[in-house]
């Protein structure tokens, strides 16, 4: 099985046998980018931070008042 490895503005099909060499000759599998692709590409732009003031921060208390039961609403007694 062969690859197609590139090295600047090269590229090259190599056997498996031959990928160890050309990978310490300098030689990828990727083709590097050029100055002009480069100065195209566009950068990332910073995500929207929200920021938020301390007075705007308001507490809001449950509306509804859940009472669940507890063991004291039970009326059980044990008898042994």
Do not use: C, Y
Not at 36 to 47: E, F, G, H, M, Y
């Amino acid at each position: 099985m062969s690859i197609t490895m590139f090295k600047a503005k090269n590229s090259k099909v190599v056997s498996n046998r031959e990928v160890r060499q050309h990978r310490r000759d300098g030689w990828t599998f990727k083709p590097s980018k050029t100055a002009l692709q480069q100065k195209i590409s566009k950068p990332k732009k910073p995500r929207a931070t929200l920021k938020v003031k301390e007075d705007d921060i308001k507490i809001v208390e449950p509306k509804i008042n859940i009472n669940l039961p507890g063991p004291e609403d039970f009326n059980s007694q044990i008898k042994e």
